[in-house]
């Protein structure tokens, strides 16, 4: 059993597949510009849905057959009808066998997914709207900014994608970060090389897998981080890498900018740190600020919520450390829900989604400081990887969210979830949040999720 980049072992053995009958290219020059037509899969399965197969059946870095059709898991509601969804209810199950589900988007009633095949899909309205190809495999992050959308990838680049003004189901190339330009300008001076395991590279560019994104549209920059130990800070506008930071011990497995001048970044070596922006002449400037955490086990994810008043962050022990960012970053406890490590965090409004290795998605509500498990959401059976969520605009009498999941189960779960449901309507509440007298820095000896060295 060989393990992957990605830390997730999966077997050598894979089944022979088909190549797919719906790629088309848009351009002749880059394999990066390929796209994918409309599905002619129906998306209105009615019957149950087919198993999920195990990762191990077959190769994930192979395509698996494009023939197949969607599956759905509807839930007994029709979701139109607002009055009878229930609070925190299945939708449905968007399911393509072509790999383990690794990064979600949602923008606009639009879903970006990425897997550790070489293709981003869109979805609308819970059927396949289009779809597009990158040649570097693994999709390890997606954010969207406007028309532009920034997509992660195992080898530690970051690819920029527009859609067309004639045709939104298009999507083409913009750019790749760093810029061939930037490259061959920077590949001049010798000083602008460092040594990274024996091998020369240079500074603007990730010498390990990518793993996050993280934008902050105000200034006009993208974070990125690496496995390779540091953060690069992007400008927008050009593409040119202003700064790479330095920042841990080991893997970064997480960096959220947050309002105003504070970056935060995770690590597996099991810190959280604070950083400060500068802006100078060249670009900008981070130094750091505190370190938050410092703890045996591997920080997993961080989430800021909006409005930016809570940090929180998982970690490879199962636990949701919380901060309060205006009351000086405060530590607020622990949120204690899941047996396994926490792979993946959404905060929006006042509530909080936890995603695990464990299978299962914990709900929380928060209420000035206090969080309440208001439900555990199943039905993956994989770990969940990442999680993605946005406003119900169709609901219009109470604070409804359509939270999207990413497993590596292949699949996709969208829920709706109400925030001010009764706590005693939800399927499960047995999970509590540890008090604020909850350690700040958790003990090792934690659940192993699978993953190698604290990567995720």
Known sequence: ????????????????TLSDPNMSM??????????????????NGSGPSEPNRSSGEESPMMMSPWNQTFNFDKSPSTPDDDKIVPPHSLIGSLTREEGHIYSLAAWNDLLYTGSDSKNIRVWKNLKEYTG???????????????????????????????????NPGVHKRAGTLPTLKEILKSSIKPSNYIDVKRKRYLWIKHSDALSCLSLNEEQGLLYSASWDKTFKVWRTSDYKCLESVQAHDDA??????????????????GTVKVWKRERVKKGTKHTLSQTLLQQVTAVTALAINNPASVLYCGSSDGLVNFWGLEKNLAHGGALKGHKLAVLCLEATGNLVFSG?????????????????????????????????????????????????????????????????AQIGSTQQNQHQAVGCESESSPSGGSCSSGSNYGRY
Request: some cysteine.
């Open 1 to 16: 059993m060989p393990e992957q980049a990605d830390g997730i072992r999966k077997s050598k053995f894979g089944k022979t």
């Open 356 to 420: 695990s290795a464990d299978k299962t998605i914990c709900v929380w509500r928060r209420d000035s400081h206090i969080h309440t498990c208001l439900s555990v959401l199943t039905g993956h059976t994989g770990p969940v990887k990442c999680l993605a969520a946005e406003k119900d605009q169709k609901v219009k009498n109470e604070q409804r969210w359509k939270l999207y999941s990413g497993s590596l189960d292949k699949s996709v779960k969208v829920w709706s979830v109400s925030e001010y």
């Open 26 to 43: 848009t351009s002749p020059v880059d394999e990066d510009d390929l796209c994918l037509r409309h599905s002619s899969a129906s998306a």
């Open 252 to 269: 970064v497995n997480s960096v959220v900018s947050s309002t105003g001048d504070t970056v935060f970044t995770g690590s597996a070596d």
């Open 132 to 166: 597009f190809k990158s040649n570097s495999g693994l999709v390890k992050a997606i954010v969207i900014s406007g028309q532009k959308i920034y997509t992660g990838h195992q080898d530690g680049r970051i690819r920029v994608w527009k859609a067309s003004l004639n």
